[in-house]
């Protein structure tokens, strides 16, 4: 049997689209069509049953996957490790929400490459769960840090971390909310105070208050800015209160430049996941990288 035609239908497997598997593979969609009917030619069964969106595999596929994946990605290893034993040619391409990927992420992997050079080649870029993940199956990425658990077979996704959210003003702010007798426990009076998020939307806000006071905030942002650094940078200054995660924020707090207006019982948390391609994890370069990540994560939390 054609190993081409086995790394294109395990494509299409992980996949769930020959348009998807396409572009993986570089080929054309009419090309990837081609090569698994000739496949479901020589073997004399369906692999895949045609949707609107994309595909499912039959059970004779799902077996098909299950036997030949393993000794692909096997083969893939050999290759990777036999053409270039010079494991400091290999590039990583990491992705991931800007303040996360720069605060943790980025430092971590510095101290995996070290001085010596042994790790990788690295090129990081920003960007949040949707675009991350799409860029990820593209094959732009060869790791991604991401809020969202991909779904599907394409995609692989670990838990890497969780993140507590904390609500936070300046001094100022905190001051006045006390000295107006405010029940902080119930949200009374944090509508009245100007908001600096991320969004319109106001997310982080949001989830905040869906956790610790089951209910919709009724403010709005007086301070958007698209990038948690700088609402943390505005909130300090006295801009309104914010929510921000601890690690952002712990040195603001010891400064006494924030002050946390709360203290609940079962903080909201927020889980990063770190995601990469089906298979890709026999690359070694991808693999140290991803276990180097979750081992440093483990002192996140």
């Not at 098909?64 to 053409?83: F, M, R, S, Y």
């Not at 029940?183 to 969004?199: A, F, I, K, T, W």
Request: aromatic share 6%; charged share 20%; hydrophobic share 45%.
């Amino acid at each position: 049997m054609d190993l081409a035609l086995l790394r294109t239908f395990v494509t299409v497997h992980r996949a769930g689209s020959f348009t998807r598997a396409a572009a993986l593979l570089g080929l054309s969609q009419p090309a990837v069509t081609s090569q698994i009917r000739t496949l479901e030619r020589q073997l004399g069964r369906p692999l895949f049953l045609r949707q609107a969106r994309g595909v499912t595999p039959t059970t004779i596929g799902d077996e098909l996957a299950h036997k030949a994946a393993p000794h692909l990605d096997a083969l893939v290893e050999i290759a990777e490790t036999g053409l270039e034993q010079d494991s400091s040619l290999r590039t990583l391409h990491l992705v991931g929400p800007p303040e996360f990927t720069a605060e943790r992420a980025l430092p971590a992997l510095m101290e995996l490459i070290g001085d010596h050079g042994q790790g990788f080649a690295l090129r990081a870029s920003f960007a949040h769960h949707n675009e991350a993940l799409e860029g990820l199956a593209a094959g732009h990425h060869d790791l991604a840090i991401t809020t969202a658990r991909p779904r599907g077979g394409l995609l692989t996704a670990t838990p890497l971390c969780d993140e507590e959210l904390v609500l936070v003003a300046s001094p100022r702010w905190a001051a006045h909310l006390t000295s107006e007798g405010h029940r902080l426990q119930d949200g009374s009076g944090l509508e009245d105070l100007p908001v600096v998020e991320v969004h319109e939307s106001l997310p982080f806000v949001a989830r905040y208050w869906a956790s610790v006071f089951d209910a919709h905030p009724a403010a709005s942002g007086s301070v958007v800015v698209p990038d948690l650094r700088a609402v943390l940078a505005c909130a300090a200054r006295g801009a309104g209160l914010a929510v921000i995660p601890r690690y952002l924020c712990t040195t603001a707090l010891e400064r006494g430049e924030l002050v946390a207006l709360l203290d609940p019982s079962v903080p909201p948390l927020r889980t990063y996941f770190v995601a990469v391609r089906t298979g890709t994890l026999a690359m070694p370069h991808i693999a140290r990288a991803h276990d180097w990540l979750l081992r440093k994560a483990a002192g996140w939390c």
